[in-house]
């Protein structure tokens, strides 16, 4: 404590199994600026959130942000792999608890403010493998891929906060018997950057919980809302999922399926949760919470995309998510119904001679030579940027039924 190292990455260096690392608040950016992070041991604990003279602990009021440097140039950014923190081997028993990982300081964002998905590296801002691991008390945020990538065959998952993801927020492989326990956390926005967006025909993207392998698996507590496609998808056995106390809004194919027989959304939810064989399902409701403190900016432009995006819901109902949620956009009325004239037969183009066919292709080739030009998309903006200090807004009351919470927390640092 007298004399703390002055990256994580240092203390990661010399770290053997069993030590626990712990971090005061503040921006870290890894070795040489490189903003990237292993974890080298078993059973490592990796603990952020304390002040400066390590009395006391609040991740939410002690951010500790692993990211890029802000005066990083365009060309490092995008030769960043993606990932910030990752498994180096087996990280069994591994605690990551009060970190903050914010994709923003890696990505590219057009003029407009939508992601550049082509000139920012698609990865898991956090990937870990391993038994036992727990992952508590952080925030994801910006992330293009994923926000957070699991391997194990147990562990926890618990009070976390994953916004605004392009791709997949959260995925889970648990090959083994488990239990996995997932609960507390507040999921928000995942977008499905294809034309498939609402129709839930993309496997991953779009999604806030992707859960794969033969584990038990406990869903306790969490907020589920604004997943382009799907909330839930889970393929893990349904005799051995357990749902309750979740708060499911505004996710636009599905709250919730297995990709097979089972599709939960709110025309059906009572009806098909009944008899979904789920050991448990107790709780749940199809509502955002009141007074959610989302990012009013944010929230405008993101609505805007999703009353184009509909999936399965009409305007009706999205002009009672906006107001639930405390937008101040509404959608635009249903377009009128344009009786289709048909066209003119056109008369059919004169055939081209072969001088101009081979004048054609050399057109071609020489634009094939010049650098490909990425042009900003019109429409909505597509994953704007969130803001990484109103996300912390997220934690609310340690009395809030779902999602992330401030709870307090023990100062675990000893000589």
Request: aromatic share 8%.
């Amino acid at each position: 404590r007298e004399k703390p190292f002055r990256d994580p990455f240092q203390a990661l260096e010399k770290a053997a199994a069993g030590d626990a690392i712990h971090v005061a608040g503040g921006d870290y950016f890894g070795k040489l600026r490189s903003a990237s992070w292993k974890v080298p041991a078993r059973h490592l604990s990796l603990i952020g959130g304390y002040d400066a003279d390590f009395t006391t602990r609040d991740p939410w009021k002690n951010p500790t942000r692993l990211v890029m440097t802000p005066d990083a140039a365009k060309e490092d950014k995008s030769k960043h792999s993606g990932e910030f923190l990752e498994s180096a081997d087996i990280s069994e028993g591994f605690v990551l608890d009060g970190f903050i990982f914010d994709g923003g300081s890696i990505n590219t964002y057009f003029d407009a403010g939508g992601l550049n998905i082509r000139g920012t590296p698609i990865a898991a801002l956090v990937q870990l493998r391993g038994s036992n691991l727990t992952i508590r008390n952080c925030l994801f945020v910006n992330a293009n891929g994923t926000a957070v990538d699991l391997n194990g065959t147990h562990g926890t998952f618990e009070n976390n906060i994953i916004l605004n993801t392009s791709g997949s927020a959260v995925t889970l492989t648990a090959p083994g018997a488990g239990p996995w326990i997932i609960r507390h956390n507040t999921f928000l926005y995942a977008l499905d950057p294809t034309a498939r967006a609402g129709t839930g025909m993309s496997t991953a993207a779009g999604s806030l919980l992707l859960l794969r392998g033969r584990a038990a698996v406990k869903i306790q507590n969490n907020l589920f809302a604004f997943a382009d496609n799907y909330a839930i998808r889970a393929t893990v056995p349904r005799n051995k999922l357990m749902l309750d106390g979740n708060a499911f809004a505004a996710n636009l194919h599905c709250h919730m399926s297995d990709a097979d027989r089972l599709w939960l959304y709110d025309a059906v939810w009572d009806r098909r949760l009944a008899d979904a064989g789920l050991p448990s399902a107790q709780g749940n409701v199809n509502v955002l919470p009141a007074q959610l403190p989302l990012d009013r900016d944010h929230l405008d432009k993101s609505l805007t995309r999703l009353f184009e995006v509909k999936g399965r819901y009409r305007r009706d109902d999205w002009v009672a998510i906006a107001t639930a949620a405390g937008a101040t956009v509404i959608p635009p009325p249903e377009p009128e119904v344009v009786e289709v004239v048909e066209p003119v037969k056109k008369e059919k183009p004169k055939e081209q001679t072969f001088e101009e066919l081979l004048a054609e292709l050399d057109r071609l080739k020489q634009a094939s030579e010049k650098p490909a030009e990425v042009i900003a998309p019109t429409g909505p903006a597509y994953a704007p940027a969130y803001p990484w200090t109103k996300a912390l807004d997220l934690a609310r009351d340690p009395a809030a039924t779902v999602g992330a919470r401030r709870v307090p927390v023990k100062v675990e640092y000893s000589r």
